[in-house]
Each structure stands twice: as structure tokens, then as C-alpha cells.
């Protein structure tokens, strides 16, 4: 049984009785009893938002959605930092948002959210029920590096008013603040706060994470997935499996069953391409290698620039041997 199962979370009855009263959202969008056990583990692709011509491509994203829903990932993250999410307006978000629910209607869907201005933020949580997301992925307050006791208060508060499970988003190199130990364990606490994606950095506090037992942690950090995963971890939220990524779910696999040398072997076979989608800002890399197959084109809005030729022959490299038979590699 989910930890959090039996508390009652007192914020959805709040939320069903304010939405339905401003007509922002059908009542029967709203369950007003106490919200279902999210299982966040597996394998989480966070989407590119792929562009043309400046606008959003959703012919391309539709079908993007719909290749990797085959793979067996566990779900999807939209609008995150991988989507260019601070490059999107309202309305794109939520029209991306729609796409992916229509091209793969059967799996999860967890919204990435960001700000600084709490209000503004609460507005957006409460706008973004009637999409029912699995889930939301809230990091900390971009800049403003508020004391641990304001960041407590800042992702109880949210967590309060969402009808959604919130995944904490420990990210400190994109937001200025570290979530400390204590904070974490604080958060945990709480009964619709669920899981963490683990950008980190801090192998001591991931562990310690992982032994409380209390939040799911996921993998932020590509490179770092086989080590948390191997310790004790849920899954991670990987935008290198956009490539490759029913190996990356066997990866996972793999290692929930204990099978170590085989999951080492993907792992090294993976690593190669990993660093490579990392050597330059994401998600750069991953629309080149994308855009070489005609899936999308590997266009970003500014100030995001394109992959350089360099990287992206580096990376045709690689992913022409990942997809050349396993009897073939053996050889060489």
C-alpha cells in the first residue's frame, strides 16, 4: 500500500467546490475523494516540443508521442525544461499538452510547471486541473533563493491546492536553491506529495531519500540512472530515451530484477550516447539526432541554439551502432 494512502488530502473538496463554481472546470473532472496512489516509477520520457517555422509542430510531436508509447515507458513529462516549457506561452502548453494526451491516451501524463510568483503559480495549478495530469513537476522558485522554510512553504502550498500528485523537482543548478535533507524529509510528509526528481547532485541525500522510503526518487540526471536506480531507486525521467528507448526500459528492468551484469552491459552500451546528448545544452542534441530520421526538425526558439555538425556526426556515430544487431557488435 502507498504510504499516503490512508491520509485523506482535505485540499480536493476545496478545489472541486471553487472550480465548479467559477465554471472553469466540469465536475465530473474532479474526483472530490482523497486522491489515488500515484505510482511514478519506470521510465518517464520528457518531451521535446518539436517547432517548424516557428510555431509548435504538433503533426510531429503526435508522432513522436505515438513511437514512443510503443516502447513501454512508464509515461510521459510534458512542458518540462527538456520541452523548451520557458520558451512556450499558456495556450502552447496546454495545446501541447492535448496533443500528447490525444496520441497516446492510455498513458500518464505528468505537467512540468515553473515560476517564481506563487500566485500566478497557484493560478496556472488550478487552470491545469481540467487536463488531469498524473501529475505535476514543481521545482523550486527560479532566482529568488528563498530560505529552506520558504521553500517548504512554497511546495506545501502547492501541493495543497493541486488535485494532482506533485513530484518535487530538486534542480539547483537551474533554480539557485538546494532543497536540503531535512527539507525533503519534511515534504515527504505531506500527503500529496509523492515523489522527487533527483538533480542533485548529492549521493549522500539521494540515498538517504531512497532508505525513508517515503517519496518515490527518479533519476534527473541521465548519467546517473544505472547508480540510483541500482541503490534502490523508481525509475527516472530520462530525455536521453528518446533514442533507443525500449533499451533503456529493459535497462530499467534489468536492475528492478536484480539481473546486474546484463543491466551493466546495456548501461555501457548506452553511456556512449548519453554523454553525448549532454554535450551540448539540451535539447539541442536530442532534435539533431531526431531531425536525422525526419521525425521533426531539430529547430528550438531562442535563445536556444541549434546542435553543432560536429556533435550531431558524433552522434549518427553512435546511434548507428546501437541500432546495427547485437550478433554484429559481438564481432567487432
Not at 465548479?20 to 486522491?35: K, N, T
Not at 517564481?116 to 488531469?132: D, E, F, I, P, Y
Not at 522554510?149 to 538546494?178: H, K
Not at 549521493?203 to 541500482?230: H, P
Request: net charge neutral; proline share 7%.
Amino acid at each position: 500500500m502507498c504510504a499516503h494512502q490512508a491520509m485523506v488530502h482535505p485540499s480536493v473538496a476545496f478545489l472541486k467546490e471553487t472550480c465548479v463554481q467559477s465554471h472553469r472546470i466540469p465536475s465530473s473532472l474532479i474526483d472530490a475523494s482523497e486522491p489515488a496512489c500515484a505510482d511514478f516509477s519506470g521510465l518517464w520520457v520528457p518531451l521535446v516540443t518539436p517547432f517548424r517555422d516557428g510555431a509548435v509542430d504538433h503533426p510531429a510531436l503526435a508522432t513522436l508521442v505515438r513511437q514512443l508509447a510503443r516502447s513501454g515507458i512508464a509515461g510521459f513529462v510534458v512542458c518540462g525544461s527538456t520541452g523548451e516549457a520557458a520558451a512556450l506561452d499558456d495556450d502552447e502548453q496546454l495545446a501541447v499538452f492535448a496533443t500528447v494526451a490525444d496520441a497516446a491516451p492510455a498513458l500518464p501524463r505528468i505537467m512540468g510547471i515553473g515560476g517564481s510568483h506563487l500566485g500566478q503559480t497557484l493560478a496556472w495549478v488550478r487552470r491545469l486541473a481540467a487536463l488531469r495530469p498524473a501529475g505535476l513537476l514543481v521545482p523550486a522558485p527560479s532566482y529568488i533563493r528563498p530560505s529552506q522554510a520558504g521553500l517548504t512553504d512554497w511546495f506545501r502550498t502547492i501541493a495543497d491546492i493541486s488535485p494532482a500528485p506533485v513530484l518535487l523537482y530538486d534542480i539547483p543548478y537551474r533554480t539557485g536553491s538546494t532543497l536540503a535533507l531535512d527539507t525533503l524529509l519534511t515534504l515527504a510528509s505531506h500527503p500529496n506529495i509523492r515523489a522527487v526528481k533527483d538533480c542533485g547532485g548529492d549521493a549522500t541525500k539521494t540515498r538517504a531519500l531512497i532508505a525513508d522510503g517515503r517519496l518515490q526518487v527518479l533519476a534527473g540526471e541521465d548519467a546517473q540512472m544505472f547508480s540510483l536506480l541500482a541503490e534502490g531507486g523508481s525509475g527516472a525521467i530520462a530525455a536521453s530515451a528518446h533514442l533507443q528507448p525500449a533499451r533503456f526500459v529493459r535497462l530499467i528492468g534489468l536492475l528492478a530484477d536484480g539481473r546486474m551484469a546484463e543491466a551493466r552491459a546495456e548501461w555501457q552500451s548506452l553511456a556512449p550516447l548519453i554523454g553525448l546528448l549532454f554535450a551540448e545544452p539540451n535539447p539541442a542534441p536530442v532534435k539533431a539526432l531526431l531531425a536525422l530520421d525526419g521525425t521533426m526538425s531539430a529547430e528550438l526558439r531562442a535563445p536556444m541554439t541549434a546542435a553543432s555538425a560536429a556533435l550531431t556526426e558524433r552522434l549518427r556515430a553512435v546511434q548507428d551502432t546501437l541500432a546495427a544487431p547485437r550478433d554484429v557488435l559481438s564481432r567487432r
